[in-house]
């Protein structure tokens, strides 16, 4: 119950920031614009948006890309307008904005082919197709790793305890996306990239789940008299040191890039690491304790029926 009531009351707390902060979505799910701009000298992200924040009204992300003069900024000012001299007009901003941090003399033209190294634009139809085929996406992996769970195993409990703990760990890194947000000092903005940290989160999870069920099955076989309850402790804890030992290995690499890594990448990597920690949780914790619950219940009923 423990086990249950701990990632239950993370979840439960991103639900309520998640009704009332909400997530930092990046333009790929609300729409808008990047650019990437490149100066002559390093800049400090925090120096760019306070310079832009007033040319566009407040709805600017800035953050470090590769080397420290290149920076991504990212706004959604007058996504909605279709005027084709927006683009125009957002350039110009940002040429206002940044003018002290070029050289003297500079033009807009110059700025705009110069120093502006590529500019994209998400449109808010777009946006809503690309967070609808995301949610999709994460959905349908989850359903596909319990089947898969199913027609390896041929037990319905242990695909539902699978199903469990990757929902559970998908549902932490939300919750501690939403919670963290506004505190942590690296962008940690909910796009496709961090969809793609949480599909791979999903299969290192069912991975680790793999192997403790392998260990299950494989101890029922060989003590088909011993009780059930002994029979998953014990495989629980012959698996242990492969389990902490893979995933203390990869943590360690995860956090060296963390550690020394680019700004850009820096969100992508704090989701690998909270899916990790909370995978390795839930293979332990969540899908093995809900795996044995289900095979009791179900014996106890075609015990009650005979």
């Known amino acids: 119950k423990v086990g249950y009531l701990i990632p239950a009351a993370i979840i439960v707390l991103g639900a309520i920031s998640f009704m009332t902060i909400g997530l930092n979505n990046g333009i790929d799910f609300t729409g808008g614009r990047n650019y990437v701009i490149r100066f002559n000298q390093e800049v400090k992200t925090d120096d760019v948006r306070n310079m832009l924040d007033a040319q566009l009204d407040g709805s600017v992300s800035v953050i470090q890309i ?48 110069t120093f502006i190294q590529s500019s994209q634009k998400v449109g808010p139809s777009m946006a809503d197709d690309i967070k609808n085929s995301a949610i999709l996406a994460v959905i349908f992996a989850m359903i596909c790793m319990a089947a898969y769970i199913l027609l390896r195993f041929r037990d319905v409990s242990f695909s539902v305890g699978a199903f469990a703990s990757v929902a559970t760990t998908t549902l932490c890194i939300i919750s501690f996306y939403t919670l963290l947000w506004k505190v942590l000092p690296f962008s940690m903005e909910v796009d496709q990239t961090f969809i793609a940290a949480i599909l791979t989160i999903i299969g290192y999870s069912i991975n680790d789940t793999v192997v403790v069920f392998d260990r299950i099955r494989e101890y029922r076989r060989l003590y088909p008299k011993r009780d059930d309850e002994q029979v998953v402790n014990d495989a629980l804890n012959s698996t242990l040191r492969r389990t902490f030992s893979t995933s203390l290995s990869t943590i360690v690499v995860l956090l060296a890039i963390f550690v020394f890594g680019g700004a850009s990448i820096k969100g992508f990597i704090f989701a690998l690491l909270v899916g990790i920690i909370v995978g390795t949780y839930s293979s332990l914790f969540i899908a093995t304790p809900i795996s044995f619950d289900l095979a009791r219940r179900f014996k106890k009923k075609a015990e009650e029926k005979k």
């Open 66 to 113: 590769g080397t420290a003069d290149q920076v991504r900024v990212s706004t959604n000012y007058k996504i909605n307008d279709n005027d084709p001299t927006v683009d125009q007009e957002i350039e110009n901003k940002l040429f206002e904005g940044v003018k002290s941090l070029l050289p003297e003399g500079t033009t807009l033209d110059e700025f705009t082919t």
